[in-house]
């Protein structure tokens, strides 16, 4: 029996391939956050403003690693009672990803799957979006293609378009059925569970307001990276038994030098791998 969802839920969610919505916090705690990630992420990029032509270590990857509100989301205790319902109790942050739509934004994101660019083993890593604004329909929401986990992994190829959110424009060369997408609208401080193999995307912001997230990719502590290069991750939950990623340390202020060396370390063996691993992406 679970700990937060229930067997219809867990048993929803391995049909379907997601989950949603759930509550993490109360509206009031996602409106903090959220100014926190203005606040935060403004005098990050004054900091370091991005190097055209160069790779530059984005505040929007990774964010748990230089600023106290993210650290608190990814360890957030609801989401990590669902989660490990889903993969057991040794939970690590592979990845995160800030998904920041802005109003009246043509940005999208393309029918993918999660797997394809992580380089993971096995396929059991679990994305937990988390809103902090409203996340609609009409503000350019997740949509879901329920069941397309089952197909296991699809080939995708890059599609270079500057409205599309990830780095090369990953798409999936299947055929899709778009008409059969359900959109997972949530409200700030909720949340939705998604497989790492179901197809998902999300249209632009026709709304008024900016469309934010925190798209946080949790695996259970077996997974292992299937390149060479070795990886780290965050430890939120029981322990790091199969040793496959050097361990992270949590940011004990904004930005501070720590902080910012491990995100930049972090970020680095990204780059590293995906260079090893041309599939895998930086970004998501
Ligand atoms: O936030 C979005 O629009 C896309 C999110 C996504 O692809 C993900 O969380 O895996």
Request: with cysteine; net charge negative.
């Amino acid at each position: 029996m679970g700990r937060f969802l229930d067997d219809a839920q867990v048993a929803a969610y391995r049909h379907d391939g997601y989950a949603s919505p759930f509550r993490a916090v109360p509206a009031v705690q996602a409106e903090h956050w959220r100014r926190e990630l203005e606040r935060t992420t403004g005098a990050f990029d004054a900091a370091f403003p991005k190097q055209p032509g160069r790779r530059y270590a984005s505040s929007r990857m990774k964010p748990y690693l230089l600023f106290r509100w993210a650290a608190e989301m990814v360890r957030n205790p609801a989401v990590l009672d669902a989660v490990e319902d889903l993969v057991g109790p040794d939970i690590l942050v592979y990845h995160t990803t800030l998904w920041w739509k802005p109003a009246g934004s043509e940005a999208f994101v393309p029918w993918h799957q999660d797997g394809t660019y992580f380089g993971l083993a096995p396929h059991e890593h679990v994305t937990a979006w988390v809103a902090l604004t409203p996340s609609t329909p009409e503000s350019g929401c997740v949509t879901i293609l329920p069941g397309t986990q089952r197909q296991g992994q699809l080939p995708h190829v890059d599609k270079p378009d500057p409205a599309i959110m990830l780095s090369r424009g990953q798409t999936v060369a299947a055929e899709v059925d778009a008409a059969a997408g359900v959109p997972i609208p949530l409200q700030p401080g909720e949340f939705s569970l998604h497989d790492t193999l179901v197809l998902h995307g999300s249209a632009p912001n026709r709304s008024a307001h900016d469309r934010i997230g925190l798209g946080i990719s949790y695996i259970p502590a077996r997974c292992y990276h299937t390149g060479p290069t070795r990886l780290s991750a965050t430890l939120v939950r029981g322990e790091n038994r199969y040793d496959h990623f050097d361990l992270e340390p949590e940011p004990q202020a904004d930005m501070d030098a720590a902080a910012v060396a491990a995100h930049l370390d972090s970020i680095g063996r990204f780059w590293r791998a995906s260079e090893l691993m041309p599939e895998m992406s930086l970004v998501h």
